[in-house]
């Protein structure tokens, strides 16, 4: 493991690095973009996502990124698209291969994922990605128990919110939600993967058994359950590790 490696010159604009055993040459690279509704938590809660990842031969890359109110949407906006500039031009160094790249994000972490390939005019360079209990639309933000907190802007809503931009057709997308999820997770899911459909991407949606919002992430650090069976998935379809 490599900690705290700066992808910028700010405090937060760190990222980790987890490797398999063995030589690395070449090797897939999957990054993962924690939640917390943009607010709270960092990338060092969930370092055992990297688990999975390295065991199936991939080396993982754990992002961390500056937490709102103190900074605004388009700031961490920022972050995550640099940071995954920093994966394009440094993996390589690290025995990575960034030509097999994939990506997961889970709640505002799936949101911030889909910024890395929500270009259609180019390729963004990211084969696939695994999007767990994500907000795709900012708009009901606006008035839940959010507003006090963060604050979303309108033009936030306007320039964030997923369902509403279009996004590199290459890229095979996951999307899954907790199956004792609350509604709202569901219904944006739903409309977020109809929405990806409707521009040519390979889209699959799931349900995960007997888990909600949070135990979903926990589950990508245990093994044999359904969430680390997706990521574990994704890596193998689109990396060509198993």
Excluded: C
């Amino acid at each position: 493991m490599i900690a705290d490696v700066a992808y910028g010159a700010g405090h937060a604009e760190t990222l980790d690095l987890f490797f398999p055993e063995g030589r690395r040459d070449r090797l897939p690279v999957h990054i993962f973009i924690h939640g917390g509704y943009w607010r709270m938590f960092s990338k060092t809660d969930y370092s055992y996502v990297a688990g999975p990842v390295t065991k199936a031969g991939a080396i993982a890359v754990i992002l961390g990124y500056a937490l709102m109110p103190a900074v605004r949407m388009a700031t961490i906006v920022d972050q995550i698209r640099r940071a995954k500039r920093w994966v394009d031009e440094h993996i390589e160094s690290h025995g990575g291969d960034p030509g097999k790249l994939t990506v997961s994000g889970h709640s505002a972490g799936a949101h911030l994922a889909t910024m890395l390939f929500d270009d259609d005019s180019r390729p963004s360079g990211i084969k696939g990605a695994l999007l767990l209990g994500g907000i795709y639309d900012l708009r009901p933000l606006q008035g839940s128990f959010l507003a006090p907190e963060i604050a979303i802007t309108d033009e936030e809503v306007e320039r964030f919110s997923p369902i509403d931009h279009r996004f590199d057709p290459s890229v095979t997308v996951q999307i899954s939600v907790g199956a004792v999820e609350t509604p709202p997770f569901h219904s944006q899911a739903a409309a977020f993967a109809e929405h990806l459909k409707n521009q040519g991407l390979v889209v699959s949606r799931t349900s995960l058994a007997r888990v909600n919002h949070m135990s979903s992430v926990r589950d990508l650090g245990v093994p044999d359950t359904d969430g680390t069976r997706s990521l574990v998935h994704l890596l193998a379809s689109v990396s060509g590790v198993s």
